[in-house]
């Protein structure tokens, strides 16, 4: 029985304020949570689901509802002892054979793995080495080493096991033991006392770690699957603006250079447009998918709009 435990019992305290009022995996990227785009990639491909979730239970809400036909499970990680610690929550809860396990994290994003069966750890290429558990393509790892290790891949959070039955043990032995990792119980643990592992490194991994990351992420993901084809968003967190540039973003131009002033307090200010691009600010908290509202409205309706908007101001 093929089971996918997804640790959600994050407090996100990078991601704040956008995950002020929510759980990690529920930050929206482009009007959709983190958890969802797991679930939508591999809900389907797994017999038995667990989400380990904390202090809120949104994200149990949010599943109940929109993924009732999914076969889940909702764990309570009372005490927040690391993500290995939140799966050992998990599987106390499940009856494991020697299916396949998959572990992915709450906050990661990759649209080009699916799980073959074997033990596979998923790596992504980084500039920054400092920040994250590395492992080299012969499985080799290096749990955010304080030296350069020699390779620039990093895990990026799915972790998947031949024998879920072996990964309950060996990761029983490792709570019992009490011997934690930086505080914690690390997923590097596990990892290194379950043995060979193949490296599958996928291309399509969009971080959703903290603020920088997570609005790279958005507009990577808007480009792919969104945005249109001559379209591309850039974001200067420093600045706080958000510019768009593309061969008709005329329509969107017209509406921020023509929007009636006792409107504009309620979207964000512009700074800049021409024919093929605007820059706007980008203020602390709103997604991309707030700022691309009017993509894509004729100027006709954009003209509608205003006038509805100065009867109504």
């Not at 499940?94 to 069966?117: A, C, F, H, K, R």
């Not at 304080?146 to 972790?159: C, H, M």
């Not at 930086?182 to 991994?205: C, F, H, M, P």
């Not at 792919?224 to 329509?251: E, H, Q």
Request: proline content about 5%; charged content about 25%.
């Amino acid at each position: 029985m093929s089971t996918l435990i997804i640790p959600a019992a994050g407090l996100a305290t990078r991601l704040r304020p956008l995950s002020n009022n929510s759980s990690k995996c529920m930050v929206p990227v482009n009007g959709k949570p983190i958890i969802s785009y797991i679930l939508d990639r591999v809900g389907t491909l797994f017999s038995q689901i667990v989400v380990v979730y904390g202090k809120s239970d949104d994200t149990v809400r949010f599943c109940r509802n929109k993924y009732s036909h999914l076969n889940i499970e909702f764990v309570h990680q009372e005490t927040a002892e690391g993500p290995l610690h939140a799966v050992y929550c998990a599987m106390e809860s499940l009856n494991l054979d020697s299916s396949q396990l998959t572990i992915w994290l709450g906050d990661t994003i990759v649209t080009d793995y699916v799980p073959s069966g074997k033990t596979e750890m998923v790596v992504h290429e980084v500039p920054d080495w400092s920040r994250w558990c590395m492992m080299s393509r012969d499985g080799e790892l290096f749990d955010k080493p304080e030296d350069q290790p020699p390779t620039n891949l990093a895990l990026v959070g799915i972790y998947t096991f031949d024998d879920s039955s072996k990964a309950k043990s060996i990761t029983s032995e490792i709570i019992f033991s009490k011997v934690k990792v930086r505080g914690e119980y690390q997923l590097s643990q596990l990892i290194s006392a379950y043995g060979d592992s193949n490296v599958v490194e996928t291309k399509e991994w969009f971080d959703c770690g903290d603020l920088p990351s997570l609005y790279e992420s958005s507009s990577r993901l808007l480009k792919k699957f969104a945005c249109r084809p001559d379209s591309s968003v850039d974001i200067d967190l420093v600045a706080c603006t958000f510019k768009k540039t593309g061969d008709r973003c005329r329509n969107e131009s017209f509406w921020y250079k023509n929007i009636p002033a006792r409107v504009k307090p309620f979207v964000p200010a512009i700074y800049e447009t021409s024919e093929t691009s605007y820059t706007m600010e980008l203020l602390n908290g709103t997604t991309v998918a707030d700022m691309l509202l009017f993509e894509d409205l004729t100027k006709d309706n954009i003209q509608f709009i205003i006038r509805r908007c100065r009867r109504i101001s």
